[in-house]
């Protein structure tokens, strides 16, 4: 078993029989964001690389243009670079980190299924490190992805990052492949960036369409997200599984061929999201999240089958059963079904708990 600081503890033993669940796959792999967190939130992601955030004055500095819009490469310009001497600015590299809990084949292809997504800077003496704009100037940052970067040992569920190997490093056969933390993207924080100049990734934008409201929340998010300085090096979390538990469900589910949606927000009138960026493009605003009805682990879309993973900890009193029961019923209400397994049965037998989910859908 993996002994690589930043392991998940508490492993099932019965997991340790899956496929590639010690060790990560000898051929290639593609992570398929979209299929797991929607088009949405991948676009979003996909768009953070360079230097964050794309202001307008450093769109009004390029000299080249693609249909009379300023093109704007991942390596800034002499005249970026400028700009940021001038104004001081310092960067913060860092990495979106995806971790993955299982491989599926499709049409011959081979594919990562996501559970988390987080970003994670890149730290010098435990403190995020910091680098200034003539580094960044000596720097290829296009290839800053080049040699599949990634961490193992990584635990989205800590603060523990393991080890940073880059260049495709080999990763031992002793280590999980859901604490590999594969770079996504990589990008580099800028430190006196002018908010009110901050541009508006396009393709998303243009996906919410002429709502100012959902683009203010499109906004927010990314700032307060995307675009706010590591003090620390703890993990944020962006989508994902909250916990182990989650994790080794939804593991055992794929190995019966069950594919849920993860943390899907649901609503009184059956509209359901497996994220907030997905729920602004339906139109709703982050102000409604209040209205949910809750949150569930998982979702099967088709069955309209809610799964929740019921901890001791927040789910054994008079009180928080009195409101899991209030949950369901409202479900039922709207024509969803509830299942919930309680955190002491999946670390005793989470593929037994998978195969009464499986039952429970055929029922």
Known sequence: MSNIDGDIQNRPKELWAFPNYSCLPDESFQIDLAGAAGEFLANDIF????????ESAVMKLSNEFFEGVPVIHVNPSKEAIDLYKDRGDTFQMINVVVCCHSFERR???????PYHVSLYPAQKKGVPAEVNAEWIENIDLENALDGQS???G???FSKAFGIYAGGGMPVSKNTCSDTIGFFYNTYFLSSNYVKSDVCDPGLCTSLLGDSKGMTGDYRKFRFSRYFKRFKSVAPIKVWGCD???ELFLLQAMSQLGLNPKIQMLIYPDGSVFPSLQSMWEGGIR???LSKIITEADFFFENEKIAIFCDSVAHHTSAEDKAKDSTIDDKLNKIGIRSYRVSGKDIAESPVGCAARIKEFMNS
């Open 243 to 245: 916990s182990p538990i």
């Open 47 to 54: 768009d953070l690389d360079g230097i964050q955030p794309l």
């Open 154 to 156: 990584y635990n989205p």
């Open 150 to 152: 990634q961490y193992i």
């Open 286 to 288: 982050t102000s409604r």
């Open 107 to 113: 049409n011959g292809k081979l594919y990562g299924l």
